[in-house]
C-alpha cells in the first residue's frame, strides 16, 4: 500500500488536537468506550470507499485488519463525522505519533513554568534566545512544527 505522508500528517493533527484540548480542560481520559452500532460501523466503512484513509489499503482483502478511528480522540464522540476507517497499522502509527506530539508538548510546557523565576521584570527579564528560522506566516510555523514532530518521531520509532 502507498503511505500517503500527508492525509496521515491532517490524521495525526485533528488527533493532537482533540488530545490537546483534552490536556488543557484537564480531562485525564476519553471516557466510556462506546461502540458504533453495526449499522453506523458499515455507514464508515462505505463513506471511506471501502479502504484505509491513509493508506488507501483495501477493506475486502481483510476486514479484521481494520478499526474504526475516532478523529478527535474521543472514544466516546461516535458522530459518524468523527469516525473514519483506518487498517490496523496507520491507526497504530496515528495513535503513536499524536501522543508523542502531546509529550513534547507537556514537556515544554514544564520547562516554561520551571524558567519562569519569581518576581521578573521587565528591566532584568534575560535576552531572547534568536530562532533559528522565522517563520513567514502561520502556515509556514505549522508546517515547520509538523516536519519537526515528525522528525522526532521518526528518530524515536525508527520505523522509516
Same mark, same amino acid.
Given at each position: !500500500?502507498? @503511505?500517503?505522508? &500527508? &492525509?496521515?500528517?491532517?490524521?495525526?493533527?485533528?488527533?493532537?488536537?482533540? !488530545?490537546?484540548?483534552?490536556?488543557?480542560?484537564?480531562?485525564?481520559?476519553?471516557?466510556?468506550?462506546?461502540? *458504533? $452500532? $453495526?449499522? +453506523?460501523?458499515?455507514?464508515?466503512?462505505?463513506?471511506? +470507499? /471501502? &479502504?484505509?484513509?491513509?493508506?488507501?489499503?483495501?477493506?475486502? =482483502?481483510?476486514?479484521?485488519? @481494520?478499526?474504526?478511528?475516532?478523529?478527535?480522540?474521543?472514544?466516546?464522540?461516535?458522530? #459518524?463525522?468523527?469516525?473514519?476507517?483506518?487498517?490496523?497499522?496507520?491507526?497504530?502509527?496515528?495513535?503513536?505519533?499524536? /501522543?508523542?506530539?502531546?509529550? %513534547?508538548?507537556?514537556?515544554?510546557?514544564?520547562?516554561?513554568? +520551571?524558567?519562569?523565576?519569581?518576581?521578573?521584570?521587565?528591566?532584568?527579564? *534575560?535576552?531572547?534566545?534568536?530562532? =533559528?528560522? /522565522?517563520? #513567514?506566516?502561520?502556515? %509556514?510555523?505549522?508546517? $515547520? +512544527?509538523?516536519?519537526?514532530? !515528525?522528525?522526532?518521531?521518526? =528518530? &524515536? #520509532?525508527?520505523? @522509516?
Amino acid at each position: !500500500m502507498v @503511505f500517503n505522508e &500527508r &492525509r496521515f500528517q491532517i490524521r495525526v493533527s485533528k488527533l493532537y488536537q482533540g !488530545m490537546l484540548k483534552r490536556y488543557k480542560e484537564g480531562i485525564k481520559n476519553t471516557g466510556k468506550r462506546i461502540n *458504533p $452500532s $453495526s449499522a +453506523q460501523g458499515q455507514m464508515v466503512v462505505d463513506n471511506c +470507499q /471501502r &479502504r484505509c484513509t491513509i493508506c488507501l489499503k483495501p477493506y475486502d =482483502k481483510d476486514p479484521g485488519d @481494520f478499526e474504526i478511528h475516532h478523529l478527535d480522540g474521543d472514544r466516546s464522540n461516535t458522530i #459518524t463525522d468523527n469516525l473514519e476507517l483506518l487498517c490496523h497499522s496507520c491507526h497504530k502509527k496515528a495513535g503513536v505519533h499524536a /501522543r508523542a506530539k502531546l509529550k %513534547d508538548y507537556k514537556q515544554k510546557q514544564g520547562k516554561a513554568e +520551571q524558567s519562569k523565576p519569581v518576581g521578573h521584570t521587565q528591566e532584568n527579564k *534575560p535576552p531572547k534566545k534568536p530562532s =533559528k528560522k /522565522r517563520p #513567514t506566516s502561520v502556515l %509556514d510555523e505549522w508546517n $515547520s +512544527q509538523q516536519q519537526d514532530a !515528525m522528525n522526532e518521531w521518526k =528518530k &524515536r #520509532t525508527k520505523i @522509516f
